[in-house]
Nanobody
Framework: QVQLVESGGGLVQPGGSLRLSCAAS????????MGWYRQAPGKERELVAM???????NYVDFAKGRFTVSRDNAKNTVYLQMNSLKPEDTAVYYC?????????????????WGQGTQVTVSS
């Protein structure tokens, strides 16, 4: 299977910045999409930004102009640069990836989630 490990969360003041990282490991053959979701207390998990294998990106409205998703293909790592953070950005941020991995003599598709990293925006 494929494991995702996130890092970079923490406490930041309003207007500040954070950079999240997520590294994928395992017998990965191909990653088709890699990105970020978040879940605030009492709310459903929602998409933040997704980077597709062709290089296209999808951002939800609240992320446009403030967040940037990028990827290091050689390291199977995705980043989320978050600027101008607001208290309403407080949430657990989850890394997401889907693609294909090698399992013995076969290839199999995967969808994997990270364990989540807490981002708290507060003065």
């Amino acid at each position: 299977q494929v494991q995702l490990v996130e890092s970079g969360g923490g406490l930041v003041q309003p207007g500040g910045s954070l950079r999240l990282s997520c590294a994928a490991s395992g017998s990965i053959l191909r990653i088709d999409a890699m990105g970020w979701y978040r879940q605030a207390p009492g709310k459903e998990r929602e998409l933040v930004a997704m980077l597709n294998s062709g290089g296209s990106t999808n951002y939800v409205d609240f992320a446009k102009g403030r967040f940037t998703v990028s990827r290091d293909n050689a390291k199977n790592t995705v980043y989320l640069q978050m600027n101008s953070l607001k208290p309403e950005d407080t949430a657990v941020y989850y890394c997401y990836a889907r693609g294909t991995y090698i399992s013995g003599a076969y290839t199999r598709s995967f969808i994997s989630w990270g364990q989540g990293t807490q981002v708290t925006v507060s003065s």
